[in-house]
Every structure is written in C-alpha cells, then in structure tokens.
C-alpha cells in the first residue's frame, strides 16, 4: 500500500492507523533517508496505540520504551549498530517476547535478524520537500 503525504502530521496520521491495527508481537521494520520521518511515523504509531508520553528519535539509547497505551511500544533506532549481532546483545529476542509493538529504524543493518512476517515500512521524499512517499508492506508469512 503505498500513501503520500504532505506534511508531519499526516505522516502521524497513517503511523496512527498502523498502529490501530497491529496485534501484539508485531515489527514494523522502517528503511527511508536521515529525516525522511521515520520517527514522525512511531510518532504517529504511539499516537494511535494510545501512548501518551512524548516519542523521541532512540538514536543515542538504541530503544526507548513507552508502556502507557494499548501495547507497549518499543521504539529501535539502528543507525549505531555494527549489524545484528549487536541487536541481540542489547536483548532484541526479550523485547519479541514482551508483546508489545516493535518499530525497527534503520531496519536494513539488522534485516538478517528480522522474521520475513515483519510489516516493512519505506518512507522517501517525494516531489517536493514536504512531501513524503510511504510504503507499507505487510509480512509475509511461511
């Protein structure tokens, strides 16, 4: 499914109508250029799972967790990992076995680690600077 949008907010606001439809244990794994709005999306997502604490970008934590709304919300950014080996050292398989939603930026260093039922989202520029061009693939299962 693809969706353009044409500012932050609604970015936001197709994260939030992702997020209303994921079951517990999905990944939701972003690939898309440094401030394509990869975060705006989780952003958006926290939004939609009824999170109400401020969502910020996990760049320098690796994870930031929000456990306030309908699923907890673990919120990866990989730009600082080596590969996925790295990713099962800050403990990627207990965060899975939570239940809550896992959104994966920068899934690409990582993506021999993620299950191929894994919800890809591409977020790129689009014909102006404003706009944004969204990809949503869901995983395929098997």
């Given at each position: 499914m693809e969706y353009i949008s044409s500012s932050v907010?609604?970015?936001?606001?197709?994260g939030a109508g992702l997020a209303q439809r994921l079951a517990p244990g999905a990944v939701v794994a972003?690939?898309?250029?440094?401030?394509?709005?990869k975060t705006a999306f989780?952003?958006?997502?926290?939004?939609?799972?009824?999170?109400?604490?401020?969502?910020?970008?996990?760049t320098f934590t690796i994870v930031n967790e929000y456990g306030d709304g309908r699923l907890p919300l673990f919120h990866?950014?990989?730009?600082?990992l080596g590969g996925s080996d790295e990713l099962f050292d800050i403990g990627w398989e207990d965060?899975?076995?939570?239940?809550?939603?896992?959104?994966v930026e920068w899934s690409e260093i990582v993506d021999d680690a993620?299950?191929?039922d894994c919800i890809r989202v591409?977020?790129?520029?689009?014909?102006?600077d404003s706009q944004r061009v969204i990809t949503i693939e869901e995983g395929k299962r098997g």
């Open positions: 907010k609604e970015t936001e606001d197709v972003f690939t898309g250029d440094l401030g394509a709005g989780v952003r958006g997502m926290a939004r939609g799972l009824g999170v109400a604490d401020r969502v910020t970008s996990p990866f950014d990989m730009y600082r965060y899975l076995a939570r239940g809550g939603i896992c959104a993620l299950d191929a591409d977020i790129r520029r689009g014909a102006d």
